[in-house]
């Protein structure tokens, strides 16, 4: 069972940075997609950045220019930094994993970590 470990949360001020880190129990080499979501409070879901095999990147326009996705498979993680935060990045953050085998599509999932920015 393929585990993600999620680390790098916390509180921080506005205009503030925080790198997040998702590390994988396997090698990710194996994931064709991984990415983050977060989750403010009383809001939906939503997906902040991804990376797929190849390195093509994908970001919400809130966080364009501000976050970047990056992996190193060497390590098995993947890192989600973050600049120039702004009070509305306030949310939990949840790292994703997806593969397929044998032709079946699985989505794993990170335990969560918290970032607040705030002064």
């Known amino acids: 069972q393929v585990q993600l470990v999620e680390s790098g949360g916390g509180l921080v001020q506005p205009g503030g940075s925080l790198r997040l880190s998702c590390a994988a129990s396997?090698?990710?080499?194996?994931?064709?997609?991984m990415g983050w979501y977060r989750q403010a409070q009383g809001k939906q879901r939503e997906l902040v950045a991804s990376?797929?095999?190849?390195?093509?990147?994908n970001y919400a326009d809130s966080v364009k220019g501000r976050f970047t996705i990056s992996t190193d498979n060497t390590k098995n993680t993947v890192y989600l930094q973050m600049n120039s935060l702004k009070p509305e990045d306030t949310a939990v953050y949840y790292c994703?994993?997806?593969?397929?085998?044998?032709?079946?599509?699985?989505?794993?999932w990170g335990q969560g970590t918290q970032v607040t920015v705030s002064s």
């Open positions: 396997g090698s990710i080499s194996s994931f064709y997609t």
């Open positions: 990376i797929v095999r190849g390195g093509s990147t």
């Open positions: 994703y994993a997806g593969r397929v085998v044998m032709g079946i599509h699985s989505t794993y």
